[in-house]
């Protein structure tokens, strides 16, 4: 990969993360770019050491899976408050100031698990990720986005109140060990899942 074209998905990632931010969790944080283009850098030495071993073909899992991980390990974003924050202070160098507690600490993990949910629908889209036999793309869609608003709720569609899986997800990524390879299977149950009505 040449450095221009690492630098194109590290200023994709970087509008993508800052998408995330200001319209999906309605936080006014900063993106660094360089952290996004270490990222990029890390994501496809991983996927180049898969490709050795693996030969063929890497899952897309796999692909959506590094990339949320050295999001959440890196951590590009910094500064980030809840919109409404920055509102009720007068301004976000009032916050960083007098409200240091006002931050929000775990947003990585947070565009981390965002990114992967916007990077499988593209998956989907694309046909990177395969429908089942059986189903047609937009019944296989809207029912793993049906499981996956489940998920980040805590219910289910049994009724039955698995706690919030998302609030546990994210402690987990934040203070326990928590590798690539937890992202991969959480993504493939949440295929599998949706493959079976």
């Known amino acids: 990969m040449t450095p221009y074209q690492i630098s194109r998905l590290a200023l994709d990632l970087h509008e993508k993360l800052s998408d995330i931010l ?13 952290i996004c283009n270490q990222i990029i850098i890390h994501h496809f030495r991983d996927m180049d050491r898969l490709y050795a071993v693996h030969q063929k073909l890497v899952q897309p899992s796999k692909h959506i899976a590094y990339l949320a991980f050295w999001i959440r390990k890196l951590k590009p974003v910094s500064q980030a408050y809840k919109k409404a924050s920055v509102t009720k202070y007068g301004s976000k160098e009032r916050l960083i100031a007098e409200f240091p507690q006002e931050e929000v600490e775990d947003v990585n993990e947070k565009c981390s698990l965002y990114y992967a949910v916007a990077l499988l629908n593209t998956f989907l889209q694309s046909g990177n990720i395969k429908v089942p036999s059986g189903m047609t793309k937009v019944a296989y869609t809207t029912r793993l986005a049906n499981i996956m608003g489940d998920y980040f709720r805590g219910d289910d569609s049994s009724g039955m109140n698995l706690g919030n899986r998302y609030e546990a997800v994210l402690y987990d990524m934040r203070y326990r060990t928590f590798g690539p390879h937890h992202f991969v299977h959480i993504i493939n149950h949440l295929l599998a899942e949706a493959a079976h009505p």
Not at 22 to 34: A, C, E, F, R
Request: aromatic share 8%.
């Open 22 to 34: 200001d319209n999906d969790l309605n936080y006014d944080g900063h993106v660094s770019i360089s």
